[in-house]
């Protein structure tokens, strides 16, 4: 039975990581600022789970974490995440996303823990320079984002190169899924349609994005943690498809009958102020072809089950 550190263990991916490795039956730390009454509660009925406060930004509490836990290897979620976010605390998200990284690498490498599975972002890529695009595309990043976690992909790559690491970067798309904890489609297309509130967005609604369900994510992240040698430090994972905002739109509204949602065509802005890179879909044939991975999602089957269980949530 292995033990492996979820870094961000009580964030949205980060607890979706932890209960999948639980399920399969390993030892999990999981570290966070705070811990999460999901997560509290999981520990209580689970002793292969540790919740563990620690700031990676602060070396003292990450070297005590890595001395009282054998960890065997690492999944990486911690991470202050989003365009607007980052945009708006541009030295705080350095000082997470890079000096978060920098710290952990460093941890790994004196207590010989090898492998890191670090979750990246297609914001790495900057403007998409095709309909679908592969990781070797160029990383051209246009936002705070982007760049804080393409310089954590190149320390992770300098770790990997120089110290004996094998850190693995997945970058996904614009992740979904219930409760997602950001104000973003399509979390706010499914609050609205099932509050019966009509929603009236004026531009974006032909800006074309992979978006992948919550699920497959967690399973790419794991694929890659399970495979027993990497041939290739960086792996798309998404769906292969780029649908239309207004296109999901449209979905939801077929979901939840009576829905009122008008996506108009035009230029997607973050925070409606804050221009998105050009986008497209990712092509996820390598992860395919090296770690086994299919997505199971498909964005009419997400947006669907994405629908039942917030509806679900409401009603309790």
Request: charged share 20%; aromatic share 6%.
């Amino acid at each position: 039975m292995k033990t492996i550190l979820v870094t961000g263990g009580s964030g949205w991916l980060g607890s979706a990581v932890v209960r999948r490795l639980l399920a399969r039956g390993d030892r999990v730390v999981s570290a966070d600022i705070g811990v999460s009454p999901v997560l509290a509660a999981l520990a209580k009925d689970n002793p292969n789970l540790t919740n563990a406060i620690c700031d990676l930004g602060e070396w003292p509490q990450l070297m005590r974490l890595f001395d009282a836990h054998g960890i065997d290897a690492v999944i990486h979620t911690a991470a202050i995440v989003g365009v607007i976010q980052c945009a708006d605390i541009p030295v705080k998200s350095m000082q997470v996303n890079v000096g978060g990284m920098i710290n952990l690498l460093e941890a790994m490498r004196i207590h010989g823990v090898r492998r890191a599975i670090h979750v990246s972002t297609e914001e790495t890529y900057g403007d998409f320079t095709a309909p679908v695009i592969g990781e070797d595309h160029p990383q051209k990043p246009t936002s705070v984002y982007g760049l804080t976690k393409l310089a954590a992909e190149h320390y992770g790559d300098v770790y990997s190169r120089d110290h004996g690491l094998e850190c693995i970067h997945v970058r996904t798309c614009w992740v979904y899924g219930p409760n997602l904890p950001r104000p973003r489609m399509p979390q706010t297309y499914v609050n609205a349609a099932l509050k019966g509130e009509e929603m009236h967005v004026k531009s974006g609604g032909d800006l074309a994005v992979d978006q992948v369900y919550i699920d497959d994510t967690v399973t790419g992240l794991i694929l890659a943690l399970d495979k027993p040698k990497h041939r290739f430090s960086a792996y798309n994972v998404a769906t292969g498809a780029a649908p239309t905002l207004a296109e999901v739109a449209a979905l939801v509204a077929k979901d939840v009958p009576g829905a009122k949602l008008r996506i108009e065509a035009g230029p997607y802005l973050h925070g409606d102020r804050i221009a998105t890179a050009k986008k497209g879909a990712l092509d996820v044939s390598r992860a395919r072809e090296e770690l086994g991975y299919v997505p199971a999602w498909p964005i009419d089957r997400g947006i669907a089950e994405m629908v039942r269980l917030t509806r679900e949530g409401q009603s309790r």
